[in-house]
């Protein structure tokens, strides 16, 4: 009888140490979770993480007709990222002007300018400027299966393929929008689109 009374003690013994244990654990696991910032989705339709929120016509200045028209290729109801280039880029880089581009027969391979830059730059995940860690890299691809290489500077602007975001965290409902300096684009878009010096 006395070695029975021993099992049922050493099993309700080793049944109370695993509950602490797993309550230990628990806890821990709960203390070290990050904040989340409570009021982050009801700050408004658009915001930044560096300015607090901006109007709808701060928003249309920074991501411009052209930046515009690329966010309205993605469904709006799921999470996308888009590495949207600053209208001096569009202008720049791709020498697409809004009084000369978006008129008569040019609208059609604007639109198709646009819609190829907007397959290098866009990433089917949210993807905040606090997500990626100061000096260290992360890398997805985009939806059209461009290697993106993005890192943070110390200032919080994010670095994608060697071109620095101007603008970091705009939002548009789902879609996270991040201003650059500079089209993302892959060497046979890049070579396609520069201008060619011999005609004048």
Known sequence: MRRGHFLKNSIAFVCVVVSVCCLFVVTISILRLP??????????????????????????????????????MLPEDLAFTVFVPSHRAFERDLRLRVNDSLVGEKM??????????????????????????????????SISGFPLYITKDIDGMLVVNRIRSERVDLRKREIVVHIMDGVIMDAEFEQSVQPDYGEE
């Open 108 to 141: 059609n391979d604007t639109y198709a300018v646009v819609s190829r830059v907007m397959g290098f730059s866009a990433v089917p995940r949210t993807l905040s400027s606090v997500m990626v860690p100061v000096g260290g890299e992360v890398s997805y691809d």
């Open 35 to 72: 904040e989340v910032p409570v009021g982050s989705r009801a700050v408004g339709l658009y915001r930044t993480a560096k300015t607090g929120s901006v109007s709808v016509n701060e928003y249309e200045k920074f991501v411009g007709k052209f930046g515009e028209m690329m966010i309205e």
